[in-house]
């Protein structure tokens, strides 16, 4: 059974870079039925998408956050990371990785990590 979790610092500090890294065991980044997503929610608020990479390394980003977004990953290490950078309070949130069988559509993640809070202060 596939299994992700999140890592990463729990606090950024306004205009700077949030980095996560989701691992990933139990099936493999590679394998071609899947996509790999972020996603966020914010306090009081619905899930958010963030973007998604394919197993071919293709990377999908959701039109508002785009200009401040890069999602990779690391083969040897079945991990894929986010990075959201200029973040600003707004920007707070716990946030996901998950895997997929289709972009964009929440119904068919079919498993998540655990979730990790960033909040974005000084």
């Known amino acids: 059974q596939v299994q992700l979790q999140e890592s990463g610092p729990g606090l950024v500090e306004p205009s700077q870079t949030l980095s996560l890294t989701c691992t990933v065991s139990?099936?493999?980044?590679?394998?071609?039925?899947?996509?790999w997503s972020w996603i966020r929610q914010p306090p009081g608020k619905g899930l958010e998408w963030i973007g998604y990479?394919?197993?071919?390394?293709?990377?999908y980003y959701f039109p508002s956050l785009k200009s401040r977004t890069s999602i990779s990953r690391d083969t040897s290490k079945n991990q894929f990371s986010l990075q959201l950078s200029s973040v600003t309070p707004e920007d707070t949130a716990v946030y996901y990785c998950?895997?997929?069988?289709?972009?964009?559509?929440?119904?068919?993640?079919?498993?998540w990590g655990q979730g990790t809070l960033v909040t974005v202060s000084s």
């Open positions: 139990g099936g493999s980044i590679l394998n071609t039925n899947y996509y």
């Open positions: 990479i394919g197993s071919s390394g293709n990377t």
């Open positions: 998950a895997r997929g069988t289709t972009g964009w559509a929440f119904e068919d993640l079919d498993a």
